[in-house]
């Protein structure tokens, strides 16, 4: 049950009761620099699901396995308080809310981890902090406190946090909230840049069809906690099979996605 050295994340039978919803045999797998979509309305388990891969919410049944470990659950067995750290340092999440630290500058923020979890020197994380600083475009930005910077410049902050571990998996919770499409769209090409030159692999949760068309090569889709629709994102999109599926398109306004033109990076100015 050991994944390939490519895999770095395999889900199988995933399952999590609770009062309000009901996460129903989930089963994905994330490759060395792979995105991976998952999509649907809101309220559907997307969340819940992210939340699961970080073992933030036990799943009660089902199999996980990582590059360190595998996981088996059964509802009953509990899960040492060091196993889990070890486990969300490998698979990070980064929430909607960025949930960065206010009293620290964002440079402070992204090289928390490196001193703390990874015991590095203190020149090392300053220079791993220098290089994803410059690859998400936050340099100019690095000694401002966090509640000072722009939406965009918090939730990359927040993703530069999480990849200063150098983490298998990053669990990207609605990256674009709360942005407009030209700086949305930047800031996935930065993001998925810095994780592709990692090796890092990322599982983006969005509502939005353009984004998951976009950042992703494979996409699950879900409805009331179960995934009812799985493929590569073109073939998800271009010819949805659920009417899931096809009214998430239709409330987007979205037509045939594969002819639709892709902005690429290099095409609007900078934020």
Not at 111 to 117: A, D, K, M, S
Not at 173 to 183: K, Q, V
Not at 247 to 258: N, S
Request: a positive charge; aromatic letters at 4%; one cysteine or more.
């Amino acid at each position: 049950m050991n994944p390939p050295n490519d895999f770095l994340l395999r889900v199988s039978g995933l399952t999590a009761r609770m009062p309000y919803l009901t996460i129903r045999s989930v089963s994905l797998d994330v490759v060395r620099g792979q995105a991976v979509g998952i999509m649907g309305a809101s309220g559907s388990g997307k969340s819940t699901l992210l939340r699961m891969l970080a073992l933030f919410i036990k799943p009660t049944g089902g199999w996980m396995s990582t590059r360190e470990r595998v996981w088996e659950f059964d509802g009953s067995s509990s899960i040492a308080p060091n196993a889990l750290t070890a486990h969300r340092r490998r698979v990070v999440y980064v929430s909607q809310a960025n949930t960065l630290w206010p009293h620290l500058t964002l440079r402070e923020n992204i090289e928390f981890g490196p001193r703390r979890v990874l015991h590095l020197r203190h020149d090392e994380s300053h220079a791993r902090a220098d290089m994803l600083l410059h690859a998400l475009d936050l340099h100019h930005v690095a000694a401002s406190r966090t509640w000072t910077v722009s939406g965009g410049e918090a939730r990359r902050g927040a993703v530069a946090r999480a990849l200063a571990l150098e983490p298998d998996v990053i669990l990207l919770d609605e990256p674009e909230t709360g942005l407009d499409p030209i700086r949305a769209a930047r800031q996935m090409d930065l993001i998925l840049t810095t994780c592709e030159r990692a090796g890092t692999g990322a599982v983006i949760v969005s509502h939005n069809p353009s984004t998951i068309l976009r950042a992703t090569t494979v996409t699950h889709v879900v409805h009331a906690g179960g995934v009812v629709e799985s493929g590569p994102t073109k073939t998800v999109l271009n010819c949805p099979g659920h009417p899931e599926t096809q009214a998430l398109l239709a409330a987007a306004g979205a037509g045939v996605f594969g002819s639709a033109p892709v902005i690429r990076k290099e095409t609007y100015e900078a934020s």
